[in-house]
């Protein structure tokens, strides 16, 4: 149990409460006459409110350089706009710490890019996450004490001391620990490639936690492993579901998670879209399951995702498989190309879209009265191995 969250009182006043993950929170202190999952104490505006967009200008301009305030790529326009910075998982957690004189960080992403931003960032600096409820499922699949069951199991198989720990960014600071203190790095989807290249230098398997997806596109797409060099290790099976002959033959020991957004484009989301537009490019990020990766014309992070699009030709039509929100922004900054989503049944990413205005103005309105909402704090001893981890993937070449 690592993550301290300050949940503050009606009167304002912070009482720290433990949990492990911020989805754990869904159902207490629960708002019952709403889906938003945590209760703001205070007013939370109501999102009908006409001044909403005036109040948070006023509050971030009363605020000034006290505050920083870092937008995922996946997050609604209404709060994008407030950003001062934007990026991928890898751009954020680099830029987290590029000013080191705001006292609040505001983190519109999810719980765990909020924690990795804690880690980065000064002691005095506190890291705000605008809604506690703002998981991620697939962080939420592997648990710290499923990550040491699964490495008893490597232990007992004889290969723990050649298997190095990669852990996608996507993943608790728990995680990122246990891949600190055994010699490991995080990765993001824009350096995994690089992440793998160095784990491989260091041992002579990786355990990949917690995407199966980008785990195994990177492994057989940019390494040129085969298939049957990844085994796939199910948390909730005996031995998690392998014999010690397949973990000794494994390369890669893909950890069985998966993005509940990216992991719902199919096969035949990408021939339906061919076979509907004609000249169509398909363009996916690597959380896609690798069928969908394989069938795809270009494969790329977020920000690659953003940056083909950008140097894209006029007139050139593109089917992208990433989530919505940034998929509709870029098709409205691009109206000379032809931009569309790969699925029609797949849709937001629902924590991300947890951070909505209304709790961003309740933020920085909470900060200018002199209340700090929604803290993340990860414990000292967390935090140094995690941030081992997290300092060898910055350090990737
Ligand atoms: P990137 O930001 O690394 O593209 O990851 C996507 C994602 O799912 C973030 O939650
Ligand atoms: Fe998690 Fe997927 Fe949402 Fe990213 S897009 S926060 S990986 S559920």
Redesign the pocket.
């Known amino acids: 149990m690592t993550t301290t969250v300050e949940i503050p009182s009606v009167g304002g006043f912070a009482e720290p409460s433990q949990t492990p993950l911020a989805l754990l929170l869904l159902g207490r202190q629960a708002d019952p006459n709403s889906e938003r999952g945590v209760e703001c104490p205070g007013d939370l505006p109501p999102a009908s409110d006409p001044d909403l967009v005036e109040r948070a200008r006023a509050a971030k301009a009363a605020l000034g350089d006290r505050v920083f305030i870092l937008g ?3 997050q609604r326009d209404e709060v994008i706009e407030f950003a001062d910075v934007t ?6 957690a680099r830029d987290a710490a590029a000013r080191p004189e705001a006292e609040f960080i505001v983190f519109c ?2 719980h ?2 909020a924690e990795s931003a804690d880690i980065l960032t000064g002691d005095t600096q506190r890291v705000i996450l605008p809604d506690l409820a703002a998981g ?1 499922s ?1 962080a939420d699949m592997a648990t710290a004490e499923q990550v040491a069951e699964c490495w008893d199991v490597l232990a007992e198989a004889g290969i723990a001391d050649v298997t190095v720990p990669v852990a996608y ?2 993943s608790s600071a728990d995680i990122k620990a246990f891949t600190g203190k055994h010699g490991g790095t995080i990765c ?3 350096n995994a490639k690089r992440a793998l290249e160095w784990a491989y230098e260091q041992g002579q398997k990786v355990l990949f936690l917690p995407d199966q997806h980008l785990g195994r596109n990177t492994a057989v797409r940019d390494l040129g492993l085969s298939l049957d060099d990844c085994v796939l290790y199910n948390p909730h099976k005996p031995n998690g579901g392998l014999t010690v002959e397949q973990l000794r033959n494994a390369k890669m020991i893909l950890w069985r998670g998966h ?1 509940s ?2 992991g719902r484009f199919t096969l035949d989301s990408v021939n339906e879209v061919r076979e509907r537009i004609p000249g169509v490019n398909v363009l996916v ?1 690597p ?1 896609c399951r690798h069928e969908v990766v394989a069938a795809a014309d270009q494969v790329g ?5 953003i940056k083909a699009l950008d140097a894209a030709e006029p007139g050139s039509k593109w089917a992208v498989g ?2 919505l929100n940034l998929v509709r922004r870029v098709a409205k900054a691009h109206p000379d190309k032809e931009i569309v989503f790969l699925d029609k049944a797949v849709c937001f ?1 629902s924590t ?1 879209n947890r951070i909505d205005l209304p709790h961003l103005v309740w933020t920085l309105e909470s900060l200018v009265e002199g209340r700090v909402p929604n803290v993340i704090t990860v414990d000292p001893e967390t935090e140094k191995y995690a941030k081992a981890a997290l300092d060898r993937m910055l350090a990737l070449p």
């Open positions: 995922h790529h996946y990026g991928d998982s890898f751009k954020l992403g999810v765990f890019m991620c697939m960014m996507n993001t989807s824009s993005c957004v990216h990020h959380e992070s977020t920000e690659y995702i990433t989530e990413c991300m």
